[in-house]
């Protein structure tokens, strides 16, 4: 059975810093692709940040770019967010998907093309 697992959300400053994990089961990240979405209260989902199966290449969306940074551990099979210079705006539930297939499928600056989600971990940003 296909799992994902969102965990290290919380409360932090503004300025502050956050690890989140996306523990995969049921299938290896040697094969796909991992995306990271965020949808904040009133607001549609959004993709933050993407990492490809085949040659670990990376997207961020212009809203995170040089301020968060996603890596993967295949043989824990993994995948990390580090939030660094957090915003009241990057509050929200984080959660992680698989793509389809190996790469990521990146349209006008947004993520498609996921079939599994995880539940989300919800991540505050406030002084």
């Known amino acids: 059975q296909v799992q994902l697992v969102e965990s290290g959300g919380g409360l932090v400053q503004p300025g502050g810093s956050l690890r989140l994990s996306c523990a995969a089961s049921?299938?290896?990240?040697?094969?796909?692709?991992i995306g990271w979405f965020r949808q904040a209260p009133g607001k549609e989902r959004e993709g933050v940040s993407c990492i490809s199966s085949t040659d670990g290449s990376t997207w961020y969306s212009d809203s995170v770019k040089g301020r968060f940074t996603i890596s993967r551990d295949n043989a824990k099979n993994t995948v990390y967010l580090q939030m660094n210079s957090l915003k009241p705006e990057d509050t929200a539930v984080y959660y992680c998907?698989?793509?389809?297939?190996?790469?990521?499928?990146?349209?006008?600056?947004?993520?498609?093309?996921?079939?599994?989600w995880g539940k989300g971990t919800p991540v505050t940003v406030s002084s």
């Open positions: 998907a698989r793509d389809r297939a190996h790469s990521c499928w990146v349209v006008d600056g947004q993520l498609y093309g996921m079939d599994h």
């Open positions: 049921g299938f290896s990240l040697d094969y796909y692709a």
